[in-house]
Nanobody, 120 residues
Framework: QVQVVESGGGVVQAGESLRLSCVAA????????MGWYRQRQGTQREFVAT???????QYADSVQGRFTISREISKPVIYLQMNNLKEEDTGDYYC??????????????WGQGTRVTVSS
């Protein structure tokens, strides 16, 4: 059984930083892509950043240059360093563990989410 657990959310002021962590466990979890998604109030869940098993990285345009995703070598553990946070970054952040090494699809396993609140 796969488990995905996020941590690190909190309340910060605009311009400050936060670091999210995600730990996955289960068969094959260290061999698959992982990523971060978020859901802002009144919107659908959206892509933030992904990292493949080969450490290929993609970012949403809205976070490019401010957020950094990283992954521990050979472990299903990822981080999201979020710098220069903006009010519009407020939302619930979810970690996804893919069933595949190089992409995340709808059948990914998801964590319960961690809330990030950015105030002005």
């Amino acid at each position: 059984q796969v488990q995905v657990v996020e941590s690190g959310g909190g309340v910060v002021q605009a311009g400050e930083s936060l670091r999210l962590s995600c730990v996955a466990a289960g068969p094959g979890s260290s061999r698959n892509a992982m990523g971060w998604y978020r859901q802002r109030q009144g919107t659908q869940r959206e892509f933030v950043a992904t990292i493949t098993v080969g450490h290929t990285i993609q970012y949403a345009d809205s976070v490019q240059g401010r957020f950094t995703i990283s992954r521990e070598i050979s472990k299903p553990v990822i981080y999201l360093q979020m710098n220069n946070l903006k009010e519009e970054d407020t939302g619930d952040y979810y970690c996804a563990l893919s069933q595949y090494p190089y992409m995340i699809r709808e059948d990914a396993d998801w964590g319960q989410g961690t809330r990030v609140t950015v105030s002005s």
